[in-house]
């Protein structure tokens, strides 16, 4: 590779890392990446975060699914990645100087009947992104099959603030949190209704939280809210008492 080439490369590598020095772990880590879901990612809609159509959602097509050693149990949802594909040991099918961030939403389970190192890519421990092609498309040539990549965890952008779909019933209530910002992922929930106290909730899969056992119809409800990196947010009433399952409700805020 010659001088320019490296250049280029370690410049992004550089801008990247002073952007997120100061929210999350700020060391590259080494992986590798497919992709899936068709050129136009319809093939990437539902998943295993509880997103659903990911364009309703406000995700669109910079989206992957993570191996076992990322996903976390689904609390890796919503997080996002710079990637940048390899260049220094594939320059067949890397595009050199790009890069692109994305957003995980879907799990990329393990094949145990294919060898971890010729097909079995998700498999553990194996750190791996299976992009939406479209995502894919900007690193790399997608003849490739499978190419090397350097990622960091970085901060998530977002338009408007936290929101919350409400689903279920009466004694059994799940909420989809997304559009979450900064480090995209919830760690922990409260919800409090008008007649009870503030009660945890516990992550049914993906980015859905549940409350069990507790009728809190008809009741305005406020949430107490941890990301993944242990901010905290607060949002009384948020939502009003005539509402319904199905109904989204945007919160006043969102984490940085």
């Known amino acids: 590779?010659?001088?320019?080439?490296?250049?280029?490369?370690?410049?992004?590598?550089?801008?990247?890392?002073?952007?997120?020095?100061?929210?999350?772990?700020?060391?590259?880590?080494?992986?590798?990446?497919?992709?899936?879901?068709?050129?136009?990612?319809?093939?990437?809609?539902?998943?295993?975060?509880?997103?659903?159509?990911?364009?309703?959602?406000?995700?669109?097509?910079?989206?992957?699914?993570?191996?076992?050693?990322?996903?976390?149990?689904?609390?890796?949802?919503?997080?996002?990645?710079?990637?940048?594909?390899?260049?220094?040991?594939?320059?067949q099918w890397c595009l050199p100087g790009t890069s692109v961030t994305v957003t995980a939403t879907n799990f990329c389970p393990p094949n145990w009947a294919i060898p971890s190192d010729a097909g079995g890519w998700c498999n553990p421990p194996r750190t791996h992104f299976d992009m939406a092609q479209p995502a894919f498309e900007q690193i790399a040539i997608t003849t490739a099959g499978i190419v090397p990549v350097w990622y960091q965890r970085v901060s998530c952008n977002k338009r408007g603030n936290i929101r919350f779909t409400l689903n279920g019933f009466a004694y059994f209530n799940n909420f989809l949190v997304w559009n979450v910002g900064g480090p995209g992922s919830i760690s922990y929930m409260m919800v409090k209704g008008d007649n009870t106290n503030w009660m945890a909730m516990s992550r049914n899969w993906g980015a859905i939280w549940m409350l069990n056992s507790v009728n809190i119809c008809g009741q305005a409800l406020s949430f107490n809210v941890w990301s993944s990196d242990w901010q905290y947010l607060s949002f009384p009433q948020v939502v009003y008492n005539n509402w319904v399952y199905g109904q989204t409700y945007e919160a006043y805020a969102n984490f940085y």
């Open 1 to 91: 590779m010659g001088m320019g080439m490296f250049f280029k490369l370690s410049l992004i590598l550089a801008m990247y890392f002073m952007r997120t020095a100061f929210s999350f772990d700020n060391s590259w880590q080494y992986a590798h990446a497919t992709f899936y879901g068709g050129v136009d990612a319809s093939g990437t809609m539902g998943g295993a975060c509880g997103y659903g159509n990911l364009y309703t959602y406000g995700y669109g097509t910079n989206t992957v699914a993570l191996s076992t050693a990322l996903f976390n149990d689904g609390a890796s949802c919503g997080q996002c990645y710079v990637i940048i594909c390899d260049y220094n040991n594939d320059q």
